[in-house]
C-alpha cells in the first residue's frame, strides 16, 4: 500500500547507509521529537526514525502546535553530529524536503528563513531541531520533520491563508511511503556532504525565498524590518536595516511583507 508507513515498508530496500534503517513506528503519538530524544537517550543507532500516521502534540517552532493529522507526514531523525555541523542540520533538513517534493510530485518548493518549505508561497513542511549539548559535546541531535502532504485544507479553514499540502496543489494524493524514503535518501546524501567536510550552505542559499525581500521578523520578542540581504554560513540572516546598518539575526520569525505594510518601529 502506497500509505503503509510501518517499519518494513520504510526501510525495505531502503537505498541508505543509516539513517531510517531503523525505523520506530506509532499509529497516533502526541510528538515525534519528544519520542524520538527519549530513544536518543537510550543510545538508539544513529539514524533511527520516529515515525507516526498521526500526531496529536506536534511541536512547531516558538513553542507552537504543529498539525499533523493522518495524511501528513511526521517524523523524527536522530543523529549524533560534531558541533561543527550542528548549525548546518537546518540547512540539510530544509535542502531534504525541497528535493523530495521535486523528485516525487514535481512540484517547485522554496525554503522562506529559516526553516519553512512554501510550495506556491504557501507553507507546506516545517522543520525543528532539538539538541542537548554539553560543553563542546553534542549528546544528541534530533531533526523533526513534518509535511503536509494529503491534508485537506477544507478541514482547516484557519491555516488555509497562510498553509498548503501537496495534495491540494497536485489535486491528487501523494504516496506518503513514497516522499517519507525520499526524504531519508536525501536528508543522508548530505548529511554525509556534512561529514566528509563539505558544505550545503551555497544550495540551501539559493533555494531561499527570503532574501532580496523586504521582511519583519521578531527576533527575542522585538521586531526588526528592513531586506535580507544575505545569510552566514553559520545559518544566521543578514538584514539591512531602513537606516543602512546590517544586523545579524540567528533566530527568529519572518514575515515577508507586502507592499504598503507597515509593522511596527524597528528594533
Not at 39 to 45: C, F, I, L, R, V
Not at 95 to 112: D, F, N, P, W, Y
Not at 128 to 133: F, G, Q
Amino acid at each position: 500500500m502506497a500509505d503503509d508507513l510501518s517499519p518494513a515498508s520504510v526501510t525495505g530496500s531502503l537505498d541508505t547507509r543509516f539513517i531510517g534503517q531503523q525505523v520506530v513506528y506509532y499509529p497516533s503519538l502526541a510528538s515525534t521529537n519528544e519520542a524520538a530524544k527519549r530513544e536518543a537517550q537510550k543510545y538508539a543507532p544513529e539514524g533511527t526514525i520516529v515515525i507516526a500516521r498521526q500526531q496529536i502534540a506536534g511541536k512547531g517552532r516558538l513553542k507552537r502546535v504543529w498539525l499533523s493529522p493522518e495524511g501528513s507526514i511526521a517524523l523524527s531523525i536522530i543523529l549524533y553530529p560534531d558541533l561543527a555541523h550542528l548549525s548546518s542540520l537546518v540547512m540539510i533538513a530544509s535542502l531534504a524536503v525541497v528535493r523530495s517534493i521535486r523528485v516525487v510530485t514535481g512540484l517547485e518548493a522554496q525554503i522562506k528563513w529559516p526553516n519553512d518549505v512554501l510550495v506556491a508561497g504557501k507553507k507546506v513542511s516545517g522543520i525543528l531541531i532539538e539538541s542537548r549539548v554539553r560543553g563542546s559535546t553534542v549528546d544528541y541531535a534530533v531533526i523533526g520533520i513534518g509535511v503536509n502532504a494529503n491534508l485537506r485544507l477544507s478541514d482547516f479553514p484557519e491555516i488555509a491563508a497562510i498553509a498548503t499540502s501537496l495534495s491540494e496543489e497536485m489535486a491528487q494524493d501523494v504516496s506518503l511511503l513514497a516522499l517519507t524514503r525520499r526524504v531519508l535518501i536525501e536528508l543522508e546524501s548530505l548529511y554525509l556532504v556534512l561529514l566528509a567536510g563539505g558544505s550545503v550552505y551555497e544550495d540551501w542559499r539559493d533555494s531561499l525565498v527570503t532574501l532580496g525581500k523586504e521582511v519583519y521578523l521578531e527576533p527575542g520578542g522585538a521586531v526588526c524590518d528592513g531586506i535580507a540581504e544575505s545569510v552566514d554560513r553559520d545559518g544566521s540572516l543578514l538584514l539591512r536595516h531602513p537606516d543602512g546598518s546590517l544586523i545579524k539575526i540567528v533566530a527568529g520569525d519572518v514575515t515577508l511583507r507586502h507592499r504598503g505594510c507597515n509593522p511596527p518601529s524597528p528594533c
